[in-house]
């Protein structure tokens, strides 16, 4: 079966760094995302892998392993508009997004 | 601004009610998805439309009945629903259902209460 694991809820402290990661399994993979959901909001787009390594997008970071079935989402700098869900998602054969429970970010003082 | 607008933003209804959420996108996309959101549990897909045509229904029970008219719109008509059914329905956009990169763009969804 396909499935999407990432941990239930992580607390940070302001100015830190926090490494949320995803583990997939899927029928073939298109590529791996990753959204953060504010509570009551949309959830939004932050990165797309498609290729093993890093990407770098300001403070936020994604890195894919595809031979391992593994990403993270790196934060730094953490600020307190950081608390939110990140829900990771891979994309299989037939290009259906396949959607983990989230990760609840709470961000500290 | 998401660029995706739902209505209503909540809703309650006891289970013999019919109503029906609305998702509009300004986004000139061509696909529209329906998920069902429940706490803790993963975003679960139910319909898609690419091009105004449904390309997949997610085993969803008939007392959800989409309806796409145009690319811009979609409606989820609820009738004769469950208590667990209750839970946020989000809806997105993204430029087509085809390959790779295409990020979905979400609507902030309907919380939807079946009393």
């Known amino acids: 079966g396909q499935n999407i694991d990432q941990p239930t809820e992580m607390t940070a402290t302001e100015g830190a760094i926090v490494q949320i990661n995803c583990t997939y399994q899927?029928?073939?993979?298109?590529?791996l995302f990753w959204y953060q959901q504010h509570a009551g909001e949309a959830p939004t787009f932050l990165s797309y892998n498609v290729l093993d390594g890093l990407e770098e997008k300001g403070r936020f970071s994604s890195f894919l392993s595809r031979s391992k079935g593994y990403s993270y989402l790196l934060l730094k700098e953490l600020q307190m508009k950081d608390s939110a869900s990140y829900l990771c998602a891979a994309m299989d054969s037939n290009y259906q997004l396949i959607w983990g429970a989230g990760t609840k970010l709470i961000i500290k003082p | 601004e998401t660029g995706v607008t739902q209505t209503p933003r909540h809703l309650v209804m006891g289970m013999t009610n019919k109503k029906s959420l609305k998702c509009e996108q300004h986004?000139?996309?061509?696909?529209m998805y329906w998920y069902k959101q429940s706490a803790k549990k993963p975003l679960e897909l139910m319909f898609v439309?690419?091009?105004?045509?449904?390309?997949e229904n997610n085993s969803v029970p008939s007392r959800f009945s989409p309806e796409c008219p145009n690319s811009s719109h979609l409606f989820l008509h609820l009738h004769t629903l469950q208590p667990e059914d209750s839970a946020l329905y989000l809806c997105?956009?993204?430029?087509?259902?085809?390959?790779?990169?295409?990020?979905?763009?979400f609507g902030d969804g309907t919380r939807l209460s079946i009393l």
């Open positions: 997105a956009s993204s430029q087509e259902v085809s390959t790779g990169y295409q990020p979905q763009h």
């Open positions: 439309y690419n091009f105004k045509e449904q390309t």
């Open positions: 986004l000139g996309h061509n696909a």
């Open positions: 899927t029928s073939g993979f298109n590529g």
